[in-house]
């Protein structure tokens, strides 16, 4: 079975992120806070609630090296959270956004010394320390994004970073900062790379929001999530942009677990593993089928009636129309997620068998995708 770890809370979980060893988790019930866990056994006890937003926590990432944890909010605001060891509490401060929209995501750079906040404000923030105001300051990345910024994703050398959003265009820019970043080798993505560069620009075969956006583990490709159910992959060395339609609903995330492998997950309700076989992007796994118990062995409908049971099946929220058997008789799907998969994440140890999921539903599952 591919699942080894699941845990149902009794709400639903916008987003969440693991600490280093996965002991603890931070997690967003779709409110205006951040409770974190701890595990107990096999079980997860709440630990900790970190309040100082206003509106919906729309972002949270757990640095698994500095041990900090930033949030972003609808609210226009974004966090840093520092654990004070003495009196094992979460002590926040405020990060200099200077955005007049709300915050959409929030991700730590791979050195930990930076992190960018996508937001409504057509622009990401690419934020760090500022030693001299001795608080968190920002620079605006803004041409030439035309609307909201939904995801971003750091490249391994800590410089620059890919982002998507609602103007359907996936791009990668310089995230340079003086004083902080040292001068990056040559790339793929271009030699002189000063802050706000453009290195590449991408869009969807049919157009569609882009959701979600990652490097390769190597840095060498970009792999980004459109809502036309499309996953394409961009590798400026060899000028080569393939992109993959799914007959599926649209995907929310996606992370590489390793430089021939995606995992994706979204509105389907199912993880799902495209692997790259030399020529061409296919899909290869859905995660949680193979666990026999939580589907039905026969799940035909009881309605013997063939346009009714179409119509039925086109309703169902985990398949399309033509595929058959996509719910159980009391109503629920056959995956183990029933209802939106709202963030994927790679495992913080690197491991790159091991992924995580959280949704609507309310549970938090980590996967072995090798199992």
């Known amino acids: 079975m591919s699942i080894t770890d699941e845990h149902i809370f009794p709400f639903c979980v916008t987003a969440h992120s693991f600490n280093h060893d996965k002991s603890q ?104 320390f500022g030693e001299d105001n001795d608080w968190w300051v920002s620079k605006h990345i803004k041409k030439p ?17 890919a982002c998507g959003g609602t103007d359907m265009k996936a791009r990668v820019f310089s995230a340079y900062i003086k004083g902080v970043d040292q001068k990056p080798a040559a790339s793929v993505w271009g030699e002189r790379l000063p802050f706000n560069t453009v290195c590449g620009e991408f869009e969807a075969p ?44 649209p995907f929310k995330s996606l992370v590489w677990t390793d430089q021939s492998t995606i995992a994706v997950s979204g509105h389907d309700c199912s993880p799902m593993i495209y692997a790259y076989d ?50 159980t008789g009391d109503g629920s799907l056959k995956s183990v997620h029933q209802n939106t998969i709202t963030e994927l994440h790679r495992d913080p140890a690197g491991n790159p068998s091991d992924i995580s999921t959280s949704g609507l539903d309310g549970r938090l599952i980590q996967w072995n995708i090798q199992a």
């Not at 956006?213 to 490709?221: A, L, N, R, V, W």
């Not at 346009?307 to 129309?321: K, T, V, Y």
């Open 145 to 161: 994004i035309a609307s909201t910024v939904l995801c971003v994703d750091w490249h391994p050398n800590n410089v620059l970073i």
């Open 25 to 128: 988790v931070a997690v967003c019930p779709n409110s205006n806070e951040v409770h974190i866990y701890a595990r107990s056994g096999t079980q997860w006890t709440p630990l900790h609630v970190l309040k100082e937003h206003d509106l919906l926590v729309t972002s949270v990432d757990w640095a698994p090296r500095t041990n900090r944890i930033v949030t972003c909010s609808q609210d226009k605001n974004a966090y840093v959270w520092t654990l004070d060891e003495a009196t094992n509490v979460w002590k926040p401060t405020l990060v200099h956004l200077r955005i007049n929209r709300a915050a959409t995501q929030a991700k730590w750079s791979p050195m930990e010394d930076k992190f960018a906040v996508a937001s409504g404000d057509k622009c990401v923030a690419i934020c760090y």
């Open 278 to 327: 030399g020529a061409t992007w296919r899909l290869v796994k859905r995660l949680g089928e193979d666990d026999k118990n939580r589907r039905s062995a026969t799940a035909s409908p009881s309605n013997n009636n063939t346009a009714f049971n179409l119509f039925r099946q086109m309703d169902s929220r985990n398949q399309p129309a033509k595929a058959s058997g996509t719910s």
């Open 206 to 249: 049919s157009g569609g929001w882009v959701h979600s956006i990652g490097f390769s583990p190597d840095g060498e490709s970009v792999a980004f999530a459109s809502h036309d159910s499309s996953l394409t992959v961009a590798t400026p060395a060899t000028g080569e942009v393939t992109s993959v339609r799914s007959p599926n609903l």
